[in-house]
Each structure stands twice: as C-alpha cells, then as structure tokens.
C-alpha cells in the first residue's frame, strides 16, 4: 500500500509510522519503504532519512536504510532539486531493485510518496510520483487535511490519481478536531470522491515530542487492521 497525499506535510509520515506499528504489534512482517527523501537527521552520527528515523521510533521497524530509502537528499526541497543539487539523478531502476529485495523478506510493503502527487522526480517531467506508483504496482491510500479546503484538494488529488491509472482504495483525514466543519468535510469527501473507506486521525500535538504510547493510542483507535489489510492489493 503506498500512502500518497494531497500537499506535503499533510501527514503522510505520521500515517506511514502507524501502519507499521499496528503491522508489527499484530506479528505480520512488514516494511516501509520511501524510495525518494528530502531531508536528513542524524542518527547516531549518521545521516538518515528523517521521515525513516520518524517511522522506526514509532514502530521499531528496522533495515537497511539504502533499501528502505535508496534515494535520499539532505536539501529539504522538492525531490528533482535536491537530485540535482546533489549530482545525483533519482534511477528508477534502483528503486526498483530496493524494493524486490524487501519483497523477498517482508510480507506487506508500506510505500510513502514524496510530498504531493503530481511532484516531479526529474528536471524534464518525463518521470512524475504518480509514475513511479504507478509502475511499482502500489494500490493508494490518499491522506487529507481535515480543515477548510480540504474538500476541493482531496476531490482534485482523487481525480489526477485516477486520470494517472492509481487505485485509490481508501482516505484517512489527518488532524481532526471533531468540528461541525471537519464532520461535514469528511461526508463530504467520502460522498463526492466515491470512496467507501474513511478513516479520521485525531490532532496530535505537539506530534514531534508527542511520547510513542501517545501515537500508538491514536492509531490503534483510528484503524482496524482487518480492515486496512482487507485493502492491500498484493504486489
């Protein structure tokens, strides 16, 4: 399953970081995968991808960083730019090969798009996300903002993702407040974007110092593992 979104910092991370959790806790080998990274911590005096280093905090998933991340930038920018900036064009090939050799080990795959989907991952535009979804064989989960506007930037992400050959099988609307707004947001979406399956992320803050237990609550009260797996197309 690969979790796109409708912008960057809608929350695709923190939905990643929780999938796993509730993978692993329910014993299922599972892996997470983000072929093309924008920034960088460090992590015991290593550079590591920081939305890597986010997931396995949360969810104890560990691996080979060069095959859970094979393209990973340190200039927080838009992945073409930082390929470039880095003299480093992002081969899909490579991705490719990261990915097969997870697939040989973990039973389930959670992919993460960098940032939007429309993003491109070269200078030219021959080679979009939506591409690499695409080609890699990944149904979608789409993540939401739960406040005003969100309506209009889900429906147009629903639709670029169909036009572009993705199988979108579910939404999770991150940050929810429970507003009267936010509620009818989310019948909204649901109705207009034909989607059957809606799941609601509470707001969570601050989530950066926000403790595991704390994270781990929220998603084990947002999602039924039965039901999220029951979505997963085999790759």
Known sequence: MYIIGTDT???KT???AGLM????KDNIRAAYFKPVASGEVQVEDRPTPADAAFVQAVSGFAEDIQDVTPFSFSDEVAPHLAARLAQRPIDQQRIVEALDALKKKYEVIIGEAAGGLAVPLDDDGFFMQYDLIRSLGF???LVARAGLGTINHTLLTLRAARGAGLRVK???VNGSGGSLLEQDNIAMIQKLGGIDDVFVLPAITPLCTAPPSALHRAY???FNIEKLLSLMDPL
Do not use: T, Y
């Open 220 to 222: 084990e009260n947002a």
């Open 14 to 16: 923190v939905v990643a």
């Open 139 to 141: 149904s979608c989960l």
């Open 170 to 172: 579910g939404i999770i």
């Open 21 to 24: 959790h509730l993978l692993i």
């Open 9 to 11: 910092e809608v929350g």
